[in-house]
C-alpha cells in the first residue's frame, strides 16, 4: 500500500514530462578552401550582374530575330501549307460522309483526291487550247493589225509626226520579249514553280485529309483535360463551319459557270465552256472575283461584235444583283451565320492584309471569331 501511496507517477506522465533530448546536430561540411595555382585563387562567380544579364538578353534577341528570318525565308511554303490545310478541312466533310455511306477511309480520301485532279485537268483542258490558240491567231494577224493602224488618219498622223509604229516595232522584237520574260530560263522556271506549287499543295491537301483525325485528336491531347471537352465542341463547330463555307463558295460559283456557259452557247461567243471556267473560279473570290470574271467574258465579247459585248454587260449585271443579294446571302447565311455587313468588312480586310488568300479564308475567319465570343467571351464577362 505504501508503495501504492507514494507519489510515483505513472510511466506515461513521466515520458511527457521528461524533457526530450535534443538531435545531434549533424556535422559541418569542412570548408574546403578554393584551388589556388600559380595565377592564384578562384573568385566568387559572377552571378546577375549587368553584364550577364544584357549579355543572356542579347542571345534572346538574336534567337527572336533568327526565328523572324526563318519565318521569312519559309513564308513561301508555310503559305502552301496553309492552303493546303485550309482545303483538306473543306474537303474533309465529304470524306465523313463518304465514310458514313460505308466506304472505308483510305477509299474516301483517294476518292476525294480523285475528283479534285478531275477537276483541275477540266480546267486545264477547258483553258490551256483556247489561250494557245488565241496567242497563235494575235500573232499571225499581227501584221494586219499594224496595217490596219497606217489605215487609220488619226493614227497614220501621229505616225508621221512621232514615228510610233516604227518604234513599237523596233521595240517588239524577239529579244525584247525574252527580256521582259525574264529569259528563257526566266520563263521556264516560272512554268515549273507554278506546277511544283500546285503539285506540293495537292500532295499536301491529301495527307492531311488522310491523317486528319490524327491530327485533330493530337491537337486536343495539348489541351488540358479539364477544358479538352469543351474546347473539342467549339473546335468541331469551326470546321464544321469551315467546311460548309467551302460547299456554299463551289455550289454559288457552280451556279455562275453554269448560267454564264448557257448564256454563251446563246450568245454564240467563242470558247464558251473555258469563259464559263473563267467564271467559276474567280466567283470564289468574294466580293471582288464575279466582276474580274465578268470584265474577262465581256471584253471577248465585245471582241466578237458590239452588240454581244453588250449583251454579256446587261447579263452580267442582271446576275451578280441576283447572285449578291439572293443567292450568295442566303447560302452563306445558312452555311456560316455571317451577317452581310460582316462579309464585307472581312473580305475587304482579308484582301489589305493577306491578298487573294486573305479574301477567302475572311468569312470562315469572322464565324470562328463570332463562335469564340459569343461561347468564350461573352459568358466570361458575364460572371464578373
Known amino acids: 500500500m505504501a ?41 566568387r562567380p559572377l552571378g546577375r550582374n549587368a553584364f550577364v544579364t544584357g549579355f543572356v538578353g542579347g542571345l534572346g534577341v538574336l534567337l527572336a530575330y533568327t526565328a523572324y528570318l526563318a519565318v521569312r525565308n519559309a513564308a513561301g511554303m508555310l503559305l502552301l ?12 466533310p465529304a470524306v465523313v460522309r463518304l465514310r458514313k455511306w460505308g466506304v472505308p477511309h483510305g477509299l474516301a480520301v483517294a476518292a476525294v483526291a480523285l475528283g479534285i485532279i478531275l477537276l483541275l485537268c477540266g480546267g486545264l483542258f477547258a483553258l490551256v487550247p483556247p489561250v494557245v490558240n488565241e496567242s497563235t491567231e494575235v500573232i499571225d494577224n499581227l501584221p494586219g493589225y499594224v496595217d490596219q493602224l497606217n489605215n487609220n488618219p488619226t493614227i497614220r498622223d501621229l505616225n508621221e509626226r512621232y514615228d510610233i509604229i516604227q518604234r513599237a516595232s523596233s521595240a517588239v522584237t524577239p529579244q525584247n520579249i525574252t527580256r521582259a520574260l525574264g529569259g528563257v530560263l526566266g520563263g521556264a522556271s516560272l512554268v515549273f514553280g507554278t506546277v511544283f506549287r500546285v503539285l506540293t499543295v495537292l500532295v499536301l491537301t491529301i495527307y492531311f485529309m488522310a491523317a486528319f483525325d490524327r491530327m485533330k485528336e493530337g491537337a486536343y491531347q495539348l489541351v488540358p483535360a479539364s477544358r479538352r471537352e469543351r474546347v473539342r465542341l467549339i473546335t468541331d463547330e469551326i470546321l464544321t463551319k469551315v467546311g460548309a463555307y467551302m460547299v ?31 467564271v467559276a473560279i474567280c466567283d470564289l473570290i468574294p466580293q471582288i472575283g464575279a466582276t474580274l470574271g465578268a470584265i474577262v467574258v465581256s471584253v471577248v465579247g465585245f471582241a466578237s461584235s458590239l452588240t454581244v459585248g453588250i449583251a454579256c454587260v446587261i447579263f452580267f449585271i442582271v446576275y451578280q444583283q441576283v447572285e449578291n443579294y439572293l443567292i450568295y446571302p442566303k447560302v452563306m447565311r445558312r452555311s456560316v451565320e455571317v451577317s452581310d455587313v460582316a462579309a464585307i468588312v472581312a473580305a475587304l480586310l482579308g484582301a489589305a492584309l493577306f491578298g487573294v488568300i486573305g479574301t477567302l479564308v475572311a468569312i470562315p475567319a469572322v464565324a470562328a471569331v463570332q463562335l469564340i465570343l459569343r461561347e468564350v467571351v461573352v459568358p466570361r464577362q458575364q460572371e464578373r
Not at 561540411?29 to 592564384?40: D, T, Y
Not at 501549307?81 to 473543306?90: E, K, N, Q, T
Not at 450568245?267 to 465552256?273: K, L, R, S, W
Request: hydrophobic share 50%; net charge negative.
Open 3 to 43: 508503495a501504492e501511496g507514494s507519489g510515483d507517477e505513472p510511466v506515461e506522465q513521466r515520458r511527457v514530462a521528461e524533457p526530450e533530448a535534443e538531435p545531434p546536430a549533424p556535422e559541418e561540411a569542412p570548408v574546403v578552401p578554393p584551388p589556388s595555382g600559380k595565377f592564384g585563387s578562384l573568385g
Open 81 to 92: 501549307i496553309f492552303i493546303a490545310l485550309f482545303l483538306a478541312v473543306g474537303l474533309n
Open 248 to 278: 456554299g463558295a463551289l455550289a454559288v460559283a457552280i451556279l455562275a459557270g453554269t448560267t454564264t456557259y448557257i448564256f454563251l452557247i446563246i450568245t454564240g461567243v467563242a470558247y464558251p465552256f473555258a469563259l464559263a471556267v473563267v
